[in-house]
């Protein structure tokens, strides 16, 4: 396909009235491909799409009822990739932002889909940050490759889709009543994640204990300010059932994280403390281990090598996510295997998925055979 004929999407609505939300192709199982001599090339697309959470949700700093994402969609000879961003408003990232960066993605240039090293430089170098927005090509090129070698992710990475863990649940801030009605609600669950960080944690926590026993991890967003009372709270958290924290403290704060780790009997996991691949290395020793996110670090690629970094090290990792639909989540959880710790809820806490992916059997990660991300359409 010439560079004229190539569909350059102008803005929102051009991407809205553009985008092909039915396959031509049965994209999942590859089955149908052209046959045509021509030369292929790689063709973006991309709609905005707003996500509908069941509750609304509450952390430390903010809440909210919906969540943008971008909806993605890679195709090359016949074969459709599917990828997302997910962008909550503290990451700074929106449709708009998305729109502008994807609408100077050019991958006309591109041949062969297998140079994703070279194809993802290219993306990474159009602009500085946009991780979502790059994150959402890089799933989409995943998804195609995957499809076009007919196998998912985690084979290729030579990953054993039984040794998942099991996913947290996440409980946002609220009310005791409306806190155990949401732990109720979570019942099939193996570990709950609890949001921290106000006044209220100790009430959160005797609120979800009054009704089960089920292990439960916390994420304080930065909420805690002092280390002292930080430890006194992880001594508290850990004679309760708790298995780590996460962001105990401001991602600034290094020297006091450093100290509450040393001094911590639970391990504490950097979250907002850590974002790419090259924030890694400034964590060893700070945290015990690092939650990995795709709309953080831009993608399946950047998200494996962390995963390897970290455990090279020898790290803790945690494979972590955005409210997102299942198109996300199945990416983020090819990568489950590799993980101390999933938490990979997003598609749960909301009404209007448009994907079925990964799913949830008894509180456990578990990965379908699907090639690329594991995922298909709904209404396809
Ligand atoms: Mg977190």
Redesign the pocket.
């Known amino acids: 396909m010439s560079r004229r004929n190539f569909i350059k999407l102008s803005g929102l609505v051009a991407g809205a009235l553009a985008f092909p939300i039915i396959d031509t192709v049965d994209a999942a199982n590859g089955s149908k491909r052209s046959n045509s001599l021509r030369k292929s090339t790689l063709k973006l697309r991309f709609k905005p799409y707003e996500l509908q959470l069941k509750h609304v949700f509450t952390i430390a700093t903010s809440s909210r009822t919906t969540t943008p994402v971008m909806l993605v969609e890679v195709e090359y000879d016949g074969l459709i990739g599917y990828g997302e961003a997910s962008m909550p408003p503290y990451l700074g990232e929106s449709h708009k932002s998305v729109a502008e960066f994807l609408n100077k993605v050019d991958l006309s240039a591109f041949h062969d889909p297998f140079e994703l090293e070279t194809i993802l430089a290219y993306i990474d170098g159009i602009d500085k940050g946009n991780y979502a927005a790059k994150a959402s090509v890089d799933i989409a090129l995943h998804d195609l490759l995957g499809k076009m070698l007919q196998k998912p992710w985690h084979k290729l990475w030579g990953l054993d889709a039984t040794k998942t863990p099991n996913t947290s649940f996440t409980i946002g801030i609220d009310t005791p009543e409306v806190v155990k009605g949401k732990v109720k609600e979570a019942s099939e669950f193996k570990i709950l994640k609890v949001k921290l960080g106000r006044e209220t944690d100790k009430e959160m926590i005797q609120a979800i204990r009054s009704i089960t026993d089920v292990p439960i991890c916390v994420?304080v967003?930065q909420g805690w300010k002092d280390r002292n009372m930080a430890l006194d709270m992880i001594h508290w958290l850990a004679e309760r059932g708790v298995v780590f924290v996460?962001?105990p403290m401001s991602k600034y704060a290094i020297d006091d994280m450093a100290w509450l780790t040393e001094h911590s009997p639970l391990p504490t996991m950097a979250?907002?403390a850590v974002q790419t691949i090259y924030d890694v290395l400034a964590t060893h020793k700070v945290y015990s281990g690092i939650?990995i996110k795709l709309m953080k670090c831009g993608g399946m690629r950047n998200a494996h090598k962390m995963a390897n970094m970290a455990k090279t090290m020898g790290m803790k990792v945690m494979v972590?996510c955005m409210t997102e639909t299942s198109c996300a989540i199945s990416a983020a959880a090819q990568l489950a295997p590799l993980a101390d710790w999933a938490d990979l809820d997003g598609n749960l806490l909301i009404n209007n998925d448009l994907y079925n992916g990964v799913t949830i059997v008894n509180g456990k990660v578990t990965l379908n055979e699907l090639p690329g991300i594991g995922i298909q359409l709904k209404h396809a």
């Open positions: 994420d967003n996460e962001q979250d907002e939650n972590g």
